[in-house]
């Protein structure tokens, strides 16, 4: 493993001892001699509901822990003055972004430490009519460097032992070491490591539609002293300019080194798009995969294909992007019930169920007794009974139905698929 550079970059100097933290969708600065006078405020709620962690100068909170560790003795004093100063919720980050080494990574997906605030999420204004009709017309952007295969889509199922997340981006494939280019111009609003741990170091762009484009996992020994100072100049890189080079990833998934860079798109209100609608289209011609249709009931399948009472329908559906083992999800999805018109259960070209959150609807999604993600196991189940508003209601009318399900991917390439059942 590597050790994260000790060294201050250009432009850290400015954030250092300036505490960033979001309450709804605005931010506040709040430096810590100003926590005086809002330290008494719900101290005892505090600790019943949060758990601070500091690693590296980067604080993150959680729900539902009654245990506070803390490395700084004003650690818990700022925190509880943030909260009270600008009515935190559950489930944010503070970024102290102070200069130093941070630990190298114990593990690569800490579920405490995805959360994050970003100081310059307000610029983000880019709004789109999204999905695929929406930006046929747009002109494409290259992609960072030549793509050995897609490990991850935005719609994929994260869990490493904690609480599960959409991916909320693209992990683009790639060998350790290969340059990673801009594939839009813009300004450099961020250089970060913004996790403990040197595989996380993050280069933002805000390009001139108003998307920020996140490249996650570059090395951060790579970044050109000319991105350094265009960050801490407020300057722009041109498309094609060197941001890095791809890290080198210390763990394999199916036998294969996972080097990669995630990439975000961010645009208006921090909402999370699909980077495919974005990028040049890639030479995938193979279909999504219906693997399974079935019924479920309290979550679980149910054995056979008679069911009584309420239920719901599942179905276990894989697609492969320019590889044979990395498994991915369709990018929407729809069902047709007994001849009916079909409906859509989700379309990820609408961006994520939940917008701005990558927690918001995964459980609801993807059927949690069906589903696993994570370096050695991915399967895919979603519930075709999806909506952000409740889930649908099948027939409960005796006798056989029928369903139809129609996979589609990021790129045209559809499977179909009929299920029969009855109710008694």
Same mark, same amino acid.
């Not at 943030?82 to 970024?95: D, F, K, P, R, V």
């Not at 645009?267 to 995969?289: C, E, R, Y």
């Not at 079935?294 to 054995?303: A, E, F, I, S, Y």
């Given at each position: 493993m590597r050790n994260a550079p000790g060294a201050t970059p250009?432009?850290? /100097?400015?954030?250092? %001892?300036?505490?960033?933290f979001r309450s709804s969708s605005q931010f506040c600065t709040i430096k810590p001699d100003d926590f005086a006078p809002v330290l008494l405020a719900s101290t005892q709620q505090f600790f019943r509901q949060r758990q601070t962690f500091f690693l590296g100068g980067h604080m993150t909170l959680h729900r539902g822990s009654r245990f506070i560790r803390?490395?700084? &003795?004003? *650690?818990?004093?700022?925190?509880?003055?943030?909260?009270?100063?600008?009515?935190?919720?559950?489930?944010?980050?503070? #970024?102290?972004? +102070?200069?130093?080494?941070?630990p190298d990574d114990a593990d690569l997906h800490p579920a405490w430490a995805r959360a994050r605030v970003l100081p310059y999420g307000h610029l983000a204004t880019g709004r789109s009519s999204m999905g695929t009709?929406?930006?046929? +017309?747009? @002109?494409?952007? @290259?992609?960072?460097?030549?793509?050995? *295969?897609?490990?991850?889509? #935005?719609? *994929?199922?994260?869990?490493?032992?904690? /609480?599960?997340?959409?991916?909320?981006? !693209?992990?683009?494939? $790639?060998?350790?070491?290969?340059?990673?280019?801009? *594939?839009? $111009?813009g300004t450099v609003v961020n250089i970060e490591n913004y996790m403990p741990g040197s595989a996380y170091w993050e280069v933002a762009i805000l390009d001139d539609q108003g998307f920020i484009w996140q490249y996650h996992h570059i090395d951060h020994d790579s970044i050109p002293q000319a991105i350094h100072l265009a960050f801490k100049n407020g300057g722009s890189v041109a498309a094609g300019e060197k941001l890095g080079e791809i890290f080198y990833w210390q763990v394999s998934s199916f036998g294969e080194r996972f080097h990669h860079v995630h990439l975000n798109i961010l645009? &208006?209100?921090?909402?999370?798009?699909? @980077?495919? !609608?974005?990028?040049?289209?890639?030479?995938?011609?193979?279909?999504?995969?219906i693997v399974n249709i079935?019924?479920?009931? %309290?979550?679980?399948?149910?054995?056979g294909n008679t069911v009584k009472g309420p239920y719901g329908l599942f179905a276990k559906v894989h697609d492969l992007i320019l590889h044979q083992k990395f498994v991915v999800p369709a990018n929407s999805l729809t069902v047709s019930v007994d001849e009916a018109p079909a409906f859509t259960v989700w379309n990820f070209d609408d961006g994520l169920p939940g917008g701005a959150s990558e927690d918001d609807f995964v459980n609801n999604f993807f059927v949690p007794s069906l589903t696993c993600g994570n370096y050695s196991c991915r399967e895919l189940s979603v519930n075709l009974g999806f909506s952000k508003t409740g889930s649908r209601v099948f027939p409960l009318t005796s006798g056989p139905h029928k369903a139809t399900v129609t996979a589609s991917d990021a790129f045209g390439n559809q499977a179909e698929k009929t299920y029969s059942w009855t109710v008694e």
């Open positions: 250009p432009g850290a /100097s400015q954030r250092e %001892k300036t505490t960033i803390f490395v700084r &003795a004003w *650690s818990i004093l700022s925190v509880v003055g943030m909260i009270a100063a600008c009515g935190g919720q559950h489930g944010e980050t503070l #970024s102290l972004s +102070e200069a130093g080494s941070h009709s929406g930006l046929k +017309e747009t @002109p494409r952007a @290259p992609w960072p460097f030549a793509v050995l *295969s897609i490990g991850h889509t #935005s719609a *994929s199922y994260q869990n490493y032992g904690g /609480s599960p997340y959409f991916h909320h981006g !693209l992990d683009i494939r $790639g060998d350790a070491g290969t340059p990673v280019l801009a *594939s839009v $111009g645009g &208006a209100d921090m909402k999370f798009q699909n @980077p495919f !609608l974005f990028l040049d289209v890639l030479p995938d011609t193979s279909p999504p995969a079935g019924l479920t009931q %309290k979550g679980n399948q149910v054995t």
